[in-house]
């Protein structure tokens, strides 16, 4: 029997940036990361990317929280990428001095923006006016993300993807029943209330099969689209104009 994908509210994004419940379930998510293995596959994923003809990569990232896990892609990537210039956008600013510094050590200039990311997509779509509305993106990056929406709001954020960028990469959760019953084991990497019941929300919101594929907005042509499983728990999207600026 399938798992139906039903959306509910999760407890962390109900809680105050400074509270030390969020603060914890947030160093919890890096922790989630690591048994995913989100970073490993966005580097693999990034390194197929072509470096851009002139200036900076321009990569923004929706719900990028505090920032932890592109910095972990950057460090991968220094070595041997072209400079960077990254946006940090989420609804609560969480991004630290620090971790500016340390994505600045790497080449990648940061900006970190405090916007409702359905606002921002509002904008890239036309309908309401933000300070990123006219910018244009190599990449977006979205991960734990996009599962948070469902309806109109998923389809919203997507079209807003396809009008201002030429790529996209999201790593969601699986939806499945071993990908549920792994969201129940996440206390054994020591995460709290929060994290252990927001993790079982996920799952049951997360996606499988081809269904982000399928509220990619037309023209689909313009675009090569991937959507596959990785791992038990995963769930990899990718979407690359096929013609750059098309």
């Given at each position: ?88 956008l989420d609804r609560i600013a969480v991004v630290d001095a620090r971790t500016v ?133 995963s769930h990899f999207f990718g979407a690359t104009r096929v013609e750059a600026n098309?």
């Open positions: 029997m399938m798992l139906r994908r039903r959306v509910e509210p999760e407890a962390l994004d109900g809680l105050a940036a400074d509270d030390p419940v969020a603060e914890h379930s947030r160093r919890d998510l890096r922790r989630v990361h690591r048994c995913m293995g989100t970073r490993s596959l966005l580097v693999r994923e990034m390194r197929r990317l072509p470096a851009p003809a002139t200036g900076s990569m321009r990569i923004l990232e929706l719900g990028a929280g505090d920032g932890s896990l592109l910095l972990g892609v950057a460090r991968d990537l220094a070595p041997s990428w072209p400079p960077v210039d990254l946006t940090l510094a340390r994505y600045g050590r790497c080449g990648w200039t940061v900006t970190s923006s405090a916007e409702d990311a359905l606002d921002w997509a509002r904008a890239a779509t036309g309908s309401r006016g933000s300070p990123d509305a006219a910018r244009r993106w190599d990449l977006v990056v979205a991960n734990l993300f996009l599962h948070h929406f469902d309806g109109p709001e998923l389809a919203l954020l997507l079209a807003a993807v396809a009008a201002s960028s030429d790529g996209l990469m999201a790593c969601e959760p699986r939806r499945g029943w071993r990908a549920l019953a792994g969201s129940h084991l996440v206390g054994a990497i020591g995460a709290n209330a929060v994290t252990r019941g927001d993790a079982v929300l996920s799952v049951r919101a997360g996606f499988r099969e081809r269904e982000l594929t399928a509220l990619w907005p037309a023209p689909r042509s313009r675009w090569r689209l991937r959507e596959h499983a990785v791992g038990a728990f098309a």
